[in-house]
């Protein structure tokens, strides 16, 4: 009995320790069974995109999508917490995905004569020294002799047209006008679904058991490549191409089934956001600039025009013309001085001023253009009259002026775009479009030394009131009365004005309608002070002499009331009907001229009224009406 209760005492530990191991063993065969299960399903959860599926969202942003649905494998993360792990995701392949495109889109600062000019100035000056200013983005475009460009980018390009403006001014507002229905929106979707499958088909390939469907694939991504080398537009595309959609959405729906290269998906889909952001961005560049192109071309019908008054100049007979010499130089008269390459674009000036004049007797212009244009000009004010009143046409290019530049120069343009600090919590951009002096204008003083007084006219502008009040202006000494635009300081521009002495707080002034006192320009040797700072200045053409008229005229400009000339029509979608009828004159400043077919529709009525619309030349050259 005693051995028999030793030996039974001995083997139960052994049995409770047999028992332990064999719980043990079966512990880690379980586990290593449920792992691999585990892992699998969550590694098939994670490639269910939906992202791909739909087809809304394969075309508009796959990258997004794809990388949405694979956060599903990170477990334990709130809603909130997945939405930032998305974006971190986004954020850590978004360099990577577009960094040619950032780079191109990075801005520079730029030193120009010692000067450098960053890419915003502030909009006015701050009354609190410690207050943060908003910052300036000029540009200038010289309107006739082509684009004398200082491009300032903002940080980045998106579909937003504010900063869309900043880079290409007005183009983004005439695109937002005219845009048109997408004709090839069917051929995208066969494009992003033909790269969602080519993404998946290499992994589908190498599954052994899955031949039939990598054959369907294969099948499908063929059919959907010769599609696409024959059509480019959805007019081209074949009936059944809805049904071969459908076909391509279940094979695609069937790989993602399966685990796939996540390597593989992800070089192809960085394919596909590189050449949507490329050709996207190559467009949108290559439309601005046949933009532009159509802005300073001019267009074939006034080419025309201009053409044939020529060679009608010369086959005319010579008429004996009555002597004018006195009327042209008698000061007791109206004189108006415009600057112009464009026969339609003078005529019209001086058939709207001379339309609304209470007596058009006194009334003298004298047209100042170029050898190219003289003698087109010449003949068409020859064959058109304008009540009483004398026209004169100049070859600046033949005037016998000593020491001076003769080569004509129409007014400079800036485009200025800022922040608007009205509402900081807010704040918008703005562009405005100025227009400064060339230098064509300072030879005035030399060209009509008997005057003492004169109206320049830009010939963009369509008067609707007499302007005869402003023959009779006390100007207080002042020497160029003109029409002030306070939205834009000269503390905006001070970047390009750099430490010369200047009233930060004065209001920009606008060329259009400006009265100028020759008397006083000759006192104070204004065209001498010009000449000066142009010298000091190496910023490019357009860009020294608007800077260099900026400061020329400091302390003499006389501010003609808001209600003599109203400017934006040639930019300006928004501006008030009621303001436009009430304005004496109308600046058509910007690119959209009203003789162009860029012109804002809703503007161009005003100009076209003051259009000749009988001369024979106009619908020979088919002149639009």
């Known amino acids: ?30 586990l290593s069974m449920l792992v691999p299960l585990v892992f699998l399903l969550g590694f098939h959860n994670g490639f269910q995109s939906p992202g791909f599926v739909s087809e809304q969202s394969s075309a508009s942003n796959p990258i997004r999508g794809y990388i949405k649905d694979s956060s599903r494998d990170t477990p334990d993360l709130s809603e909130g917490d997945q939405s930032r792990h998305v974006d971190d995701l986004v954020r850590r392949l978004a360099p990577t995905l577009s960094k040619d495109i950032f780079k191109k889109s990075k801005p520079k600062e730029e030193t120009i004569g010692g000067v450098t000019v960053h890419d915003d100035v502030p909009r006015k000056a701050s009354p609190a020294p410690a207050k943060k200013v908003p910052r300036v983005s000029p540009t200038i475009n010289t309107r006739a002799d082509g684009p004398t460009h200082i491009t300032k980018n903002p940080k980045y390009v998106d579909e937003s ?15 937002q006008e005219h845009k048109e229905e997408m004709k090839d929106s069917m051929v995208k ?28 694939m294969k099948q499908n991504i063929q059919e959907f490549e010769r599609i696409l080398s024959e059509t480019s537009t959805d007019a081209d595309l074949p009936s059944q191409v809805q049904k071969k959609l459908q076909k391509m959405d279940a094979v695609i729906a069937r790989a993602k089934s399966f685990p796939v290269d996540c390597n593989n998906v992800d070089k192809k889909l960085r394919q596909i956001f590189d050449m949507t952001e490329d050709e996207a961005n190559f467009h949108m560049r290559q439309s601005s600039f046949l933009y532009q192109l159509a802005v300073q071309t001019m267009p074939k019908s006034l080419h ?11 086959k005319s007979p010579s008429d004996v013309e009555l002597s004018l010499t006195e009327k042209y130089m008698d000061p007791a008269l109206q004189h108006y001085v415009i600057f112009s390459k464009n026969v339609l674009a003078s005529s019209a000036v001086i058939n709207s001023t001379v339309m609304h004049a209470k007596e058009s007797v006194n009334q003298v212009f004298h047209v100042l253009t170029n050898g190219q244009n003289y003698y087109a000009m010449k003949q068409w004010f020859i064959r058109n009259t304008y009540k009483e009143a004398t026209v004169r046409v100049l070859n600046i290019e033949a005037l016998n002026l000593e020491n ?35 230098h064509s204008h300072y030879l005035l003083p030399q060209i009509f030394q008997n005057l003492k007084r004169v109206v320049v006219l830009d010939d963009d502008v369509i008067v609707q009131q007499d302007l005869s009040a402003l023959w009779s202006l006390n100007m207080g000494g002042k020497v160029n009365g003109a029409v002030q635009m306070c939205s834009v300081r000269l503390n905006l521009l001070k970047s390009y004005l750099g430490e010369r002495s200047f009233d930060k707080n004065s209001c920009v002034w ?56 109203l400017s934006g029509l040639g930019y300006d979608y928004g501006l ?3 303001a436009i009828k009430r304005a004496a004159v109308l600046h058509y400043n910007g690119n959209m001229k009203p003789w162009l077919d860029l012109g804002i529709p809703k503007y161009r009525h005003y100009w076209k009224n003051f259009r000749n619309q009988e001369d024979q030349f106009l619908s020979e050259c088919n002149v639009s009406p």
């Not at 869309?164 to 507002?173: A, D, Q």
């Not at 003609?560 to 000339?565: G, H, Q, S, T, V």
Request: glycine share 8%.
């Open 1 to 30: 009995m005693k051995s028999g209760g030793v030996g039974g005492g001995g083997n139960a530990p052994t049995k409770r320790r047999w028992r332990g191991l064999v719980l043990g063993v079966l512990g880690l065969v379980l």
């Open 161 to 175: 047209g504010k900063q869309c403006e900043l880079k290409y001014g007005s183009f983004c507002l005439w695109r």
């Open 189 to 216: 979707k066969l494009k992003d679904k033909l790269f969602v499958a080519r993404a998946y088909y290499p992994t589908i390939a190498k599954l052994p058991a899955q031949d039939k469907l990598s054959r369907e």
């Open 304 to 314: 025309c025009l201009s053409m044939r008054l020529t060679v009608d100049y010369f």
């Open 404 to 438: 001076q530049n003769l080569e004509l120069s129409l007014p400079v343009e800036f485009r200025v775009s800022f922040h608007s600090v009205d509402n900081p919590p807010v704040a918008q951009m703005r562009t405005e479009y100025l227009s400064t002096f060339s």
């Open 510 to 565: 606008m060329s259009g309608l400006n009265v100028i006192d020759l008397d006083k320009w000759r006192e104070v040797d204004l065209t001498e002070t010009y000449g000066r700072l142009l010298k000091e200045l190496s910023m490019g053409e357009g860009l020294s002499e608007a800077v260099a008229s900026l400061l020329s005229f400091q302390d003499l400009i006389y501010v003609l009331d808001d209600a003599w000339a």
């Open 576 to 578: 008030d009907i009621k």
